[in-house]
């Protein structure tokens, strides 16, 4: 899986930007196919028209999660090759280029973090000061990149979002959402009102142009279907796998044999793993297919690492086994 990830977020990139460009060519060809009826197909010409980038999605979330998923890997595999970073570079700066043009704000900032978090686990809380002068130095590039192509349609929508005006919705509507499931998760806090109960009772609300199928938080969705038994039980599960995860990966840090490929894929675990916890906080991943999987790739990286190398010693000590055998069956002759 991990080797189809970078082409097919490229493709995913690519097609975003020359559709762009030909707003006709994605009107004609990309809504037909993915729209599901009138309101979903309205709902697309209200995006595209809005300027923001879907490439080969049908919502520009989807394509935001896609970057999102493919600069993690990008980043991780930089982080791992050493000094063959030049194609790893370019990877990682066009798919971060295009998360910020996605318009998405809470996926570029969760990216960010996650990145942040993961150089700090590499180098120790003593790189603090290194990544506030790379911060610095990324600021000030930032400044002036928003000066020059604030002019630029194709990065307006982010920076209209980033920027929001003095009384919008920094939640996106996403309050009117939120209070039922929270009024209704009071009402039987232990137990819930069912698995699947927001689908049955609220898939009225709307948010935007958009008619909601889940919560857009995850844990108040957990606490509203499941009460705090079921919440308990599915939260541990992810957090136990991350702290796993991070153990597993300080562990392995110290062993001189520990393969770049290794290490490519732990780091991407860890991050993929960090960006679902938070994404959690105002989005679907849980019940969306599109990211639910990756994470699920991610949660398997150390459970297959920690075998391959179990079974790796196993057949060396095997193997020094026979020698072993086979010296003392030649020193009898």
Same mark, same amino acid.
């Not at 798919?95 to 686990?121: D, P, Q």
């Not at 609220?202 to 948010?207: A, F, Q, R, V």
């Given at each position: 899986? !991990?080797?189809?990830?970078?082409?097919?977020?490229?493709?995913?990139?690519?097609?975003?930007?020359?559709?762009?460009?030909? @707003? $006709?060519?994605?009107? %004609?060809?990309?809504? =037909?196919?993915?729209?599901? $009826?009138?309101? &979903?197909?309205?709902?697309?010409?209200? !995006?595209?028209?809005?300027?923001?980038?879907?490439?080969?999605?049908?919502?520009?979330?989807?394509?935001?999660?896609?970057?999102?998923?493919?600069f993690l890997y990008a980043y991780s595999r930089f982080?791992? &090759?050493?000094?063959?970073?030049?194609?790893?570079?370019?990877?990682?700066?066009?798919?971060?280029?295009?998360?910020?043009?996605?318009?998405?704000?809470?996926?570029?900032?969760?990216?960010?973090?996650?990145?942040? /978090?993961?150089?700090?686990?590499? /180098?120790?809380?003593?790189?603090?000061?290194?990544?506030?002068? @790379? *911060?610095?130095?990324?600021?000030?590039?930032?400044?002036?990149?928003?000066?020059?192509?604030?002019?630029?349609?194709?990065?307006?929508?982010?920076?209209?979002?980033?920027?929001?005006?003095?009384?919008? #919705?920094?939640?996106?509507?996403?309050?009117?959402?939120?209070?039922?499931?929270?009024? #209704? *998760?009071?009402?039987? =806090?232990?137990?819930?009102?069912?698995?699947?109960?927001?689908?049955?009772?609220? %898939?009225?609300?709307?948010?935007?142009? #958009?008619?909601?199928?889940?919560?857009?938080?995850?844990?108040?969705?957990?606490?509203?279907?499941?009460?705090?038994?079921?919440?308990?039980?599915?939260?541990?599960? *992810? *957090?136990?796998?991350? @702290?796993?995860?991070?153990?597993?990966?300080?562990?392995?840090?110290? #062993?001189?044999?520990? !393969?770049?490929?290794?290490?490519?894929?732990?780091?991407?675990?860890? %991050?993929?793993?960090?960006?679902?916890?938070?994404?959690?906080?105002?989005?679907? =991943?849980?019940? $969306?297919?599109?990211?639910?999987?990756?994470?699920?790739?991610?949660? %398997?990286?150390?459970?297959?690492?920690?075998?391959?190398?179990?079974?790796?010693?196993?057949? !060396?000590?095997?193997?020094?086994?026979? $020698?072993?055998?086979?010296?003392e069956r030649r020193d009898a002759l």
């Amino acid at each position: 899986m !991990q080797k189809a990830i970078i082409p097919l977020v490229w493709i995913q990139f690519a097609s975003a930007i020359i559709l762009f460009f030909n @707003r $006709d060519a994605q009107k %004609s060809y990309v809504i =037909p196919f993915f729209a599901l $009826d009138s309101v &979903s197909a309205n709902n697309l010409v209200r !995006q595209i028209e809005s300027n923001y980038l879907l490439g080969l999605t049908s919502h520009f979330s989807a394509f935001a999660i896609y970057l999102s998923i493919g600069f993690l890997y990008a980043y991780s595999r930089f982080l791992s &090759s050493g000094t063959k970073r030049k194609k790893s570079t370019i990877t990682m700066i066009a798919f971060f280029l295009g998360l910020a043009m996605s318009g998405k704000r809470a996926h570029f900032a969760f990216c960010l973090i996650a990145a942040i /978090y993961v150089y700090i686990v590499i /180098y120790g809380t003593r790189s603090i000061n290194r990544i506030i002068k @790379r *911060f610095l130095i990324v600021f000030c590039a930032a400044l002036f990149l928003f000066i020059v192509l604030s002019t630029a349609s194709v990065f307006q929508t982010t920076l209209t979002r980033i920027i929001a005006q003095e009384n919008a #919705d920094v939640f996106s509507g996403r309050i009117i959402i939120w209070e039922p499931m929270w009024r #209704d *998760f009071l009402s039987s =806090p232990f137990i819930g009102s069912g698995w699947g109960a927001f689908r049955y009772n609220y %898939s009225y609300l709307m948010m935007g142009n #958009d008619r909601m199928t889940d919560g857009h938080n995850v844990y108040l969705q957990l606490l509203y279907e499941t009460g705090i038994l079921g919440f308990l039980a599915i939260g541990s599960l *992810f *957090f136990i796998s991350f @702290r796993k995860t991070y153990q597993l990966y300080r562990i392995i840090q110290k #062993d001189p044999f520990f !393969q770049a490929s290794e290490k490519e894929l732990m780091l991407f675990s860890v %991050s993929m793993q960090l960006f679902f916890l938070m994404y959690c906080m105002t989005g679907n =991943p849980l019940y $969306d297919f599109i990211i639910f999987f990756p994470y699920i790739f991610a949660c %398997s990286v150390p459970i297959t690492v920690k075998y391959n190398r179990e079974r790796k010693a196993l057949l !060396q000590n095997e193997m020094h086994k026979k $020698d072993i055998e086979s010296d003392e069956r030649r020193d009898a002759l």
